[in-house]
């Protein structure tokens, strides 16, 4: 009741703020601009690059037929580096001085969470793909939506997974020392008491490691024959590298942050038969390949090249953020936007399980699937 009681008072004061004309800003007669704030330098951009991508073609897509209610849509992109200092001056650029009208993301895990009170303050709609985590969604924010699945609860449904798969065998896990990493143990933890799985080794290292010998032997010496590598890219990347090198291979198994095909090229061989989780479609499947020659149709060769998992989590949710501008007509206000957004049901979007969110559910929870790499295509495929 509490909770409820919260909610309704948050946005209650949404409207307040439409009311006083400040939930006008970003739309003209001729336009809607909206904003998003995502690593574009450093390693973390081969993630925001492709989510920007995502972004872009969905934009493209609704400018091409028409724009939105007689209105083209225009993006602006601020680079944070994936540090949270820098997200959240770069949030208050696209509110204050850009004066966006809605915020299509906000960059990984840890850097939404450390924005919320901005997000909150301004009372702003806001999508997040990038990084959803049960900080984001519990409790409730009334703007704010994040579309996709729990960190922990796809960890736990991938280790569910392996150990049907191979029981009674000795597991090992490596994670971050962070709230990524927290979230890959819980959902570890939760998948190891249903199971009873016997783990014979546990570590948890320093954001930005590259080194993992000293991991990787003890894994060996301690007879790993599942693993769970709970880094990103370069930290699972390094993980197999070095397993490489001492001769073993366990069955293995990635989260879908790090689950991008360029870690295949940079692995090698090694990542052939690699086991992943994650709740949008393979670019090798059928939607997969519809959604390639969608992004064929908008983006140019270079573009094309850079897509990965993270294209396709922007695309999503910025259509589903553009289906409820259109359902607000032509009287746009934040207030609309995000009750229309909240009544999203079942949407279809291609590349994903459909979309709903609700009245007071601000957490799309999305299916999640097995797949396997395919090292010679370099791609993943769905388990059978």
């Known amino acids: 009741m509490r909770l409820k009681r919260t909610f309704g008072a948050a946005l209650a004061a949404l409207v307040m703020t439409a009311a006083a004309g400040l939930a006008n800003q970003g739309v003209t007669d001729s336009e809607i601009v909206l904003g998003e704030v995502e690593p574009l330098s450093g390693p973390p951009a081969l993630l925001g690059v492709a989510h920007n991508l995502g972004v872009r073609l969905a934009i493209a897509?609704?400018?091409?037929?028409?724009?939105?209610?007689?209105?083209?849509?225009?993006?602006?992109?601020?680079?944070?580096?994936?540090?949270?200092?820098?997200?959240?001056?770069?949030?208050?650029?696209?509110?204050?001085?850009?004066?966006?009208?809605?915020?299509?993301?906000?960059?990984?895990?840890?850097?939404?969470?450390?924005?919320?009170?901005?997000?909150?303050?301004?009372?702003?709609?806001?999508?997040?793909?990038?990084?959803?985590?049960?900080?984001?969604?519990?409790?409730?924010?009334?703007?704010?939506?994040?579309?996709?699945?729990?960190?922990?609860?796809g960890v736990r449904q991938l280790a569910l997974y392996l150990a049907d798969k191979y029981p009674g065998k000795k597991w090992g896990i490596v994670t971050q020392d962070d709230d990524y990493g927290v979230a890959v143990r819980e959902g570890f933890n939760r998948a190891r008491r249903e199971k009873n799985m016997q783990v014979v080794f546990e570590s948890v290292y320093r954001r930005g490691q590259q080194d993992f010998s000293s991991e990787m032997l003890r894994a060996k010496e301690a007879g790993v024959e599942v693993f769970i590598a709970g880094g990103i890219i370069s930290e699972n990347v390094a993980m197999l590298k070095e397993m490489e090198k001492l001769g073993i291979k366990p069955v293995t198994g990635i989260f879908w942050p790090g689950r991008v095909e360029a870690v295949l090229k940079l692995i090698g061989p090694a990542s052939d038969g690699l086991y992943a989780v994650d709740y949008v479609a393979p670019l090798a499947s059928a939607a997969g390949q519809r959604f390639m020659e969608l992004a064929r149709k908008h983006l140019n060769d270079r573009e094309v090249q850079q897509i990965n998992r993270y294209t396709?989590?922007?695309?999503?949710?910025?259509?589903?953020?553009i289906a409820a501008i259109q359902r607000c007509g032509r009287q746009l206000t934040w207030a609309c936007a995000i009750a229309e957004l909240g009544k999203t049901r079942e949407l279809d979007l291609g590349v994903m399980a459909p979309v709903s969110f609700g009245e007071r559910e601000r957490f799309s929870n999305q299916r999640v699937n097995i797949m396997r790499a395919d090292f010679p295509n370099l791609t993943f495929r769905p388990v059978d």
């Open 61 to 153: 897509e609704a400018n091409g037929a028409g724009g939105v209610n007689g209105r083209r849509l225009r993006l602006v992109a601020e680079d944070d580096g994936y540090v949270s200092t820098r997200t959240i001056q770069s949030l208050r650029k696209l509110i204050a001085v850009d004066r966006v009208f809605a915020l299509t993301a906000v960059s990984g895990s840890g850097q939404a969470i450390a924005a919320l009170p901005v997000l909150e303050q301004s009372g702003i709609p806001a999508m997040i793909p990038i990084g959803p985590v049960t900080q984001l969604y519990e409790p409730p924010r009334p703007n704010v939506f994040v579309l996709g699945q729990a960190y922990d609860e």
């Open 312 to 321: 396709m989590t922007g695309y999503a949710s910025t259509r589903v953020l």
